[in-house]
């Protein structure tokens, strides 16, 4: 990933996740590597990779949270801090985010501010992880207030990435994560989307070489996209097709209800379906977007959800500015745009057709 | 301040407090401020600031934290961001840190990683913090482990410092900011520590015109450190003068034993020391130096402290490496070079001299 003084490497294979022990300097004899996981991956993966860095004669500890979304707050951040302190980590240390993307956020945050910076590594283990939260820098906790609402920009020092964690992943999780990947086919590469389209079993078997090819291709999307505007001003915005309702959503159902990549599955089927309403996008090729969506993902369809508070809801995005609510749309499969004026009775009419009523 | 794409003004004057208001642009009717501020300032210039806000169309809300060091931890931040959330600070708005160091640590971490970053403006209100922590956009708060163990580089909009809130500091406050004013004259520059020693009295007694200058020579020289130095690789470290031990014997005696320039005042006379006892400095620089910080500063000397533990204590600081003290020495009035050779016998000979013994 290029991104001026900061770039970073990104290494994806198949059976590598020892090789991460690779991208930490042993030549300094004082080198301690603090591994942030949490306790279903610790249980899988953790002992691989503690003896991975023991091998080269740095010595690693561990440090467990428990999983899921609620971990990613501020207490989990004070956790991690203090228990840099307790292993030792100096300034030259390296911290290991092994695990998910609520694992690689709330360690990214920790090491980003733990003595005002130290190194870190990311190792993904989800399919949104590897294709989503490992490239771009942003990393962040949730508020009483709102998802990801604390946070700051800061670069891994590599990226590994093994699509035989993806082996392990539970199905809901692989389809939540592939909800994204159809996003960048969406949002930026019509043959990418081609690929998908044909490839759709393989996918979801996991086949390690269609996979690797999906993920990789996903990654270079992304730090395309980011390379050109590492500071969200512009063009980056437009990763978050499918967000402003989606985070609405998981905001309103309440975290835990739906997984992020099927509420952003939920919130692109509805951005496709506005893109089509308001003449941008062809019908046919709405048609496309959301029979994908459905093959290799699972758009849900939420109940006793008020579209008007759903739709309030999108104003306290942190991205929305002086009450300007910013909507992705498709003009076709593989071009999208950014529009702020966005009619919330249209809005809110879709957002009815794709609500189960009472 | 220069420092490339991130520079930003510090403004120095006698009664201008009010001016900060003139820093926010008011074109942005949702604008909306969040000061925050501690108890006692609250009390003194909170109705004054709002005011100010007020006049120019711009909404400001308060948020109050409990005077002194305790403040400055994980509980404060997460209040903090969830306070922005209530008062709904967005990327347009501004966060106010009216108050000493605590305040503007805490407010600088809090604005730095809300939103991932939201401008703020200083506008200190004790000598240590118009002094230093006003200038390098080093923000933190102090884990269990150690103070300032968490934080980021984060520089504010601008910085607006108005000497005549030094008129209602307690004196002990203000003689312990000047040890950082003491500081800056050892490390860089022989004439201002001439202008500090011909101009004491006046220096003690406030007077505007007098203090005007040592604050905005001190802001220089600590610009001219940091502006070649931004994230602390180099010469940056100068500024740690009288630090590395002072750290450990605020850690070691407790917070809220000594203040923060007292402490560093007790690590500069034992530094001081050092140095003419390698040979390094001529006796009588020493003498010069430890006159001027009695005069213008308190100069602690701590009972029941551990020689052995307060040595110790130097290798857990975050800017330790592989276990390596750096020590800031002198060698001239005006002129001090980074050593992590000094010899830990020596080190404990020279802080007995400086304690009490019980």
Redesign the interface.
């Known amino acids: 990933v290029e991104l001026g003084e900061r770039s970073y490497q990104v290494e994806i294979g198949a059976g590598n996740i020892s090789a991460a022990a690779a991208h930490v300097n042993n030549k300094?004899?004082?080198a301690r590597v603090a591994i942030v996981t949490d306790e279903v991956v610790e249980s899988i993966y953790g002992e691989k990779m503690v003896n991975a860095f023991e091998e080269r004669n740095i010595t690693a500890g561990t440090v467990v949270i428990p999983v899921g979304e609620e971990s990613k707050n501020?207490e989990t951040?004070?956790m991690l801090?203090?228990s840099f302190?307790?292993l030792g980590i100096?300034?030259?240390s390296v911290v290991v985010a092994l695990g998910g993307g609520v694992v690689g956020d709330v360690t990214g945050?920790a090491a980003?501010?733990?003595?005002?910076?130290v190194d870190y590594l990311q190792v993904p283990t989800t399919i949104l992880a590897q294709v989503d939260s490992s490239v771009g820098g942003?990393v962040?906790i949730n508020?009483?207030?709102?998802k990801n609402?604390?946070?700051?920009?800061y670069q891994p020092r590599s990226v590994v990435i093994d699509v035989l964690t993806l082996k392990t992943l539970p199905e809901r999780e692989v389809r939540a994560g592939l909800a994204e990947v159809v996003k960048y086919g969406v949002i930026w590469d019509e043959s990418f989307m081609g690929y998908l389209e044909d490839n759709a079993a393989k996918i979801l078997a996991i086949d390690p070489e269609v996979i690797s090819h999906v993920v990789m291709r996903s990654v270079q999307i992304k730090a395309e996209v980011v390379g050109s505007d590492e500071t969200?001003q512009g063009l980056r915005r437009i990763l978050n097709y499918g967000h402003t309702l989606g985070h609405s959503l998981e905001n309103l159902a309440g975290y835990g209800v739906y997984l992020h990549g099927e509420a952003v599955a939920w919130g692109m089927a509805v951005a496709t379906r506005i893109s089509a309403e308001m003449g941008m996008l062809k019908y046919s090729d709405a048609d496309r977007v959301l029979e994908l969506l459905k093959k290799l993902s699972n758009v849900p369809k939420p109940a006793d959800i008020d579209a008007d508070e759903l739709i309030a809801g999108t104003r306290k995005d942190?991205?929305?500015?002086?009450?300007k609510v910013n909507y992705v749309l498709a003009e076709s499969v593989g071009r999208v745009v950014v529009r702020d004026d966005v009619d919330e009775g249209l809005v809110k009419r879709v957002v009815e057709e794709h609500i189960e009523r009472g």
Chains 1, 2 share one sequence.
Do not use: I
Request: aromatic share 10%; glycine share 14%.
């Open positions: 300094n004899k004082n501020v951040l004070a801090w203090d302190a307790e100096d300034r030259k945050f980003g501010t733990y003595l005002r910076g942003k962040a508020l009483h207030a709102g609402l604390a946070g700051l920009f969200e942190k991205k929305a500015q002086a009450g």
